[in-house]
T-cell receptor, first 113, second 115 residues
């Protein structure tokens, strides 16, 4: 166990809806990264938050957005859901100083119908 | 473009067999290298990491990996696998000292160990 928690564990939505996924970082960590893992693929970087600011973004459209709160927990919001958004969404926390190892939560599995 | 290649998508071994999983990366500059493992029904866990120093790194559960800079490789090895090593293994890389601690993952290798 890493101490990174995510909620909910599973979610079913329909096309066009919006979804919010939540992540609590490991104690002492101030950076949260979000990844999308499609079936049979490796995780792909969505974005990272550090001190409540977006600190880098992968190749994802603007309908993917996020927040980080003062306690370093984070949300991932996806608007106008598409079928291809069905995936496991992973949150990872780290401490942004020097060499950083990311520790992953269990993920939220999203199914878009 | 930055990328990580894992050559073996599926590997089936018998218990006590030796394991080597290939990983090559394409990334400009100095890199940090990682192997993560995902056991069935569990979250991604760090197996081992290389930041600098001795290119042969040892991780948990008897795994080790060797960084060969000239070959852009970071292959994972274990001399004798167990049934409990059945899992999916991911190689990942990020830029050493980069402003964003973004991990680039390979597509993973699914290892099945037969008892």
């Amino acid at each position: 166990e890493t101490g990174v928690t995510q909620s909910p564990t599973h979610l079913i939505k329909t096309r066009g809806q919006q979804v919010t996924l939540r992540c609590s970082s490991q104690s002492g960590h101030n950076t949260v990264s979000w990844y999308q893992q499609a079936l049979g693929q490796g995780p792909q970087f969505i974005f990272q938050y550090y001190r409540e600011e977006e600190n880098g973004r992968g190749n994802f459209p603007p309908r993917f957005s996020g927040l980080q709160f003062p306690n370093y927990s984070s949300e991932l919001n996806v608007n106008a859901l598409e079928l291809d958004d069905s995936a496991l969404y992973l949150c990872a926390s780290s401490f942004r100083q020097g060499q950083e190892t990311q520790y992953f939560g269990p993920g939220t599995r999203l199914l878009v119908l | 473009a930055q990328s990580v290649s894992q050559h073996n998508h599926h590997v089936i071994l018998s218990e006590a067999a030796s394991l080597e999983l290939g990983c090559n990366y394409s990334y400009g500059g100095t890199v940090n290298l990682f192997w993560y493992v995902q056991y069935p029904g569990q979250h991604l866990q760090l197996l081992l990491k290389y930041f600098s120093g001795d290119p042969l790194v040892k991780g948990i559960k008897g795994f080790e990996a060797e960084f060969i800079k000239s070959k852009f490789s970071f292959n994972l090895r274990k001399p004798s696998v167990q049934w409990s090593d059945t899992a999916e293994y991911f190689c990942a890389v990020n830029r050493n000292g980069g402003a964003t601690n973004k991990l680039i993952f390979g597509t993973g290798t699914l290892l099945a160990v037969q008892p």
